[in-house]
């Protein structure tokens, strides 16, 4: 039983992530306490001072020995608290209690020596605060060790601030240092923060003016000048030092190549003929990888690249294409494409639809760079060969169970097919994992395991695996526990390979305990490529806490493989092993509640990324079940990424199972995500899923909807006139079912789209359309949203007056209900309308820090390209070269190639 104790927020004490009862006021302030030094002997007097404070009861040390007897049996075998001479002392792994482990991260973290490694470690200590220490506890002792506790979280946020101010992140950070200044005005390391990333947004003045703030309240409240760091600070502002300029967010170099293999074992005239790609010249390199399921491709190909690292000095790209996946879902070139552009740090924004044009893009950005491009598990060269590069300074090796004659004979591919192991290597494979002496001892066994597993890699990991769990066990036990399943290992003499493994995969599944065994044949119908312990807990229909110990199980059996913390995965022939294991009935009803996990997920995630829009609420799970909790924007935003691909795959089973309601459900609630990513390409293939969807299920009210999505997703993706056509269609469905949410929201999208198309009075009449309907409805929210699609539309007519009336009149609207998507359009408009320069200047700079602080980073250039052309309106033309400079840097990382030529032709021609 795993314990966990928590002192950053409420006290609390979790066994498997279960909360246990730590008892009153009196007795969480004994626990916490003895948690504050933990493993160190706290004397008696010093526990009733700290419970009590300066009064403690008559019999204070009995009424504390009655609270550590409690303690005690409320605490797992593994926790105790001891009687020693004089104190007491609780015995615990610091790791498991979250004051020590934070400690421990940010002590790493500020050892780390550089900013990739440092802010990790930061974020996960930030990440163990759950509110005020100690919280609901009230002595001296405890209010002093929270103020000591509240600076060193405080001393962290500052650290990480440091690390993202290096990144180039001022714009996001402004309204969060902005915040904290407010709230310690004479913290002069905060104010340092936030005036530097003022001056790095280009308001010199307004930082200027900060210092001198803080210079005269210091002198007045402290009477005292401001450190020398800041008065350092100020002199570079003042003559406009260069090294202050805003950094530019660095990329982090990808590097994603899965951990190199542990047992490597031969393969010496493979890994030489992969050796020779290097010394290629004047054309693409390309190995062609192929064999057998589980012969080792993977291994031989990680293992490969990291013994030469060095010759890719720009990094290493993986993708698992997953070409036999058991679903028989592989990865589309469209998919894999977007996941190679995600890892060179391609803004999402700056991504175009259809795959010819992605790739062309990838193609550029890998242009220049020497890379190593590893394309995983092939089904066939059509899937490889849109992933090549352009150039020839990269090194491209491929992996299939197929022979790649499509790579060999149009690219000059490396054709290289892996065999078995020979008894040699197969035999010191084994000796590897389980040890000389334990191999030794026992000769037959170790031939019996050699020749049950046919030289194949993975078959002698599983096999190695089995008799490393059990140490004690002699191998003749185990080998004779083979031989025992003779009825299905008679296949491993027949040559086929994949019968071979089935075999020993029996013989390792009937090893694991009953849940285990339940468990592993459902991990293989699950139809993406990773999972999360959330989603088998729904899967398996089984709580949390105990998936959690059979996935160590099935980990340990070397059944699935934790890739990277909380996810895990299987080998492709695991899984189709495992999903031959299921029977339909079982495997329908966890597919069914995995992919209800994955919706409600979603649901509670969108609600957070966009709470303003029209939710379409879903009935409650079966009592025990229940979506991933997600606290925040940050952790919904964290959470679709992660999962994104696996949302992709429940989409798509839900479509293919003819699960209307899900599939239309699934897309609504994926849309914000989709909008703020620029996953326009998904977006309209599950919008016109959608939208057959709700046809088939005769819901008409649910069909406009899906039609207003699919109309705004054809508009991203410039198919304007299908658009009009398609919102059109909406409003007349919409209209029969007497739906006026729907309506507004089909008006302000028809709206949207015509003004794209420079059609701006009748979008004009629509917005109008929509603005009533919102009101009628009493939704001021997207009332003033409309209202400034409306304003927008007049400032495009001319109508500057109309424009200015309507903007103002949302703007404190939206700001009151916090849409500051809708704000930040109130913004540009009151800037494009605006009757001085200076006015114009400050609304463009607030829209700035307000799409900054939401991640939309599409609209930035053109804001800034605004700015420009308003400062040199005003005869500020250093100041409009700075704004051009910033916009041109933007449109060059989202390879906006026209937006860019018009910038430099604007800073040639200034």
């Known amino acids: ?522 991990l293989g119908t699950f139809p993406a490529s990773d999972i999360t312990p959330f989603a088998v807990a729904s899967l398996a229909g089984l709580p949390l806490s105990r998936v959690r110990g059979l996935l160590r199980e099935l980990e340990a059996a070397n059944l699935v493989q934790q890739h990277s913390p909380g996810r895990y995965r299987m080998h492709d022939l695991l899984r189709l092993y495992g999903s031959e294991q299921a029977t339909a009935e079982d495997a329908q009803a966890a597919l069914r509640r995995v992919t209800e996990f994955y919706l409600h997920t979603a649901h509670a995630a969108d609600r957070l990324l966009d709470p303003h829009r029209p939710s379409i609420e879903l009935g409650p799970l079966p009592p025990g079940r229940e979506p991933q909790a997600l606290p925040d924007r940050a952790a919904a935003l964290r959470w679709f990424a992660e999962e994104y691909a696996n949302l992709g795959a429940m989409h798509r089973l839900a479509v293919e199972s003819g699960w209307d309601e899900t599939v239309w459900l699934l897309s609504r609630k994926m849309e914000a995500y989709r909008w703020l990513r620029g996953h326009a390409d998904d977006s309209l293939v599950a919008c016109r899923d959608a939208v057959a969807a709700t046809g088939r299920l005769g819901d008409r009210r649910a069909e406009g909807w899906a039609l207003v999505m699919l109309g705004h997703a054809l508009t991203r993706s410039g198919h304007l006139d299908e658009a009009i056509a398609t919102l059109r269609k909406s409003l007349s469905v919409l209209e029969t079912t007497g739906d006026t949410q729907g309506m507004a929201n089909a008006h302000m999208a028809t709206g949207d789209t015509l003004g794209l198309r420079g059609e701006h009075l009748p979008a004009l009449r629509h917005t109008r359309l929509a603005t009533r309907l919102f009101r009628e409805l009493g939704d001021v929210v997207w009332g003033a949203a409309a209202l400034t699609m409306a304003a927008k539309c007049c400032a495009r007519l001319g109508r500057t007056d109309a424009a200015r009336a309507c903007s103002e009149y949302a703007l404190p609207l939206l700001r009151k209900h916090d849409n500051q998507e809708g704000e930040s359009a109130a913004l540009l408009v009151l800037g494009d309308v605006a009757p001085t320069s200076g006015e114009a200047i400050g609304y463009y700079e607030r829209a700035l820090e307000v799409l900054s602080g939401l991640g939309y980073t599409f609209y930035l250039p053109d804001i800034h390209a605004k700015l420009g052309e308003t400062h040199a309106a005003a005869g500020d033309i250093p100041r409009a070269r700075a704004s051009w400079q910033d916009a041109l840097e933007l449109y060059a990382a989202q390879y906006r190639t026209a937006d860019v030529r018009r910038m430099q032709d604007r800073l040639q021609g200034s």
């Not at 948690?35 to 001072?49: E, G, K, P, Q, Y």
């Open 1 to 522: 039983m795993t314990a966990r104790f928590g002192v950053l927020g409420e006290i609390e004490i979790r066994f498997d992530g279960v909360p246990v009862d730590a008892g009153h006021a009196r007795q969480r302030s004994v626990l916490a306490a003895l948690l504050f030094d933990a493993n160190r002997v706290v004397s008696a007097d010093t526990l009733v001072d700290r419970v009590w404070g300066e009064q403690p009861p008559h019999r204070a040390r009995g009424t504390l020995s009655s609270y550590l007897t409690r303690l005690r049996q409320a605490l797992p075998s593994d926790v105790s608290i001891t009687r020693h001479s004089g104190g007491y002392l609780l015995t615990v792994d610091p790791a498991a209690v979250d004051l020590h482990r934070a400690r421990t991260l940010l002590r790493d973290a500020r050892a780390a020596g550089t900013d990739d490694l440092a802010e990790p470690l930061l974020r996960e200590a930030l990440g163990l605060w759950r509110g005020e220490p100690f919280a609901g506890l009230d002595t001296p002792w405890v209010n002093g060790v929270r103020d000591t506790l509240d600076k060193e979280r405080l001393a962290a946020e500052l650290d990480l601030t440091d690390i993202r101010m290096r990144r180039g992140e001022h714009a996001s950070l402004l309204p969060e240092l902005s915040a904290r200044a407010a709230e310690r005005p004479l913290d002069e390391r905060v104010a340092g923060q936030y005036l530097l990333a003022l001056y790095r947004c280009d308001r010199q003045a307004d930082a200027l003016d900060g210092y001198e703030r803080l210079r005269r309240r210091l002198a007045t409240e402290l009477g005292a000048d401001p450190c020398q760091a800041l008065r350092t600070l100020h002199q570079r502002m003042l003559r406009a030092d260069p090294a202050l300029a805003p950094a530019t967010r660095r990329i982090p170099m990808p590097r994603q190549l899965p951990a190199p293999p542990h047992s490597f074992i031969g393969r010496a005239r493979e890994l030489a003929a992969l050796g020779e790609l290097l010394e290629v010249s004047g054309a693409l390199p390309i190995a062609a990888v192929n064999g057998a399921g589980g012969t080792g491709k993977t291994w031989l190909a990680v293992h490969w690249a990291h013994r030469h690292l060095d010759r890719f000095p720009d990094g290493q790209l993986y993708v698992n294409l997953r070409g036999f996946d058991p679903s028989g879902s592989a990865v589309p070139p469209s998919a894999a494409i977007r996941a190679l552009l995600d890892a060179l740090g391609v803004d999402p924004s700056a991504i175009p639809s259809g795959v010819d044009a992605q790739a062309a893009l990838y193609r550029s950005v890998l242009a220049d760079k020497r890379m190593l491009v590893l394309l995983d598990n092939a089904r066939d060269a059509a899937q490889v060969l849109p992933l090549l590069p352009g150039g020839s300074r990269c090194t491209v090796v491929a992996t299939s169970r197929n022979q790649l004659t499509g790579l060999v004979t149009t690219h000059g591919a490396r054709d290289l097919t892996l065999g078995v192991l020979a008894e040699a290597e197969s035999r010191e494979l084994l000796t590897r994992q389980l040890g000389t002496a334990r191999v030794d001892a026992e000769p037959l066994a170790v031939n019996a395991f050699v020749r049950y597993c046919a030289g194949l890699p993975l078959a002698l990991s599983i096999v190695a695996a089995r008799a490393g769990r059990h140490p004690g066990f002699p191998l003749a036990a185990l080998a004779e526990e083979l031989e025992d399943r003779a009825t299905r290992l008679d296949a491993l003499g027949s040559g086929d390979l994949n019968a071979d493994i089935r075999a020993v995969f029996s013989w390792s599944w009937h090893a694991l305990g009953a849940d285990a065994l339940a468990v592993f044949p459902l």
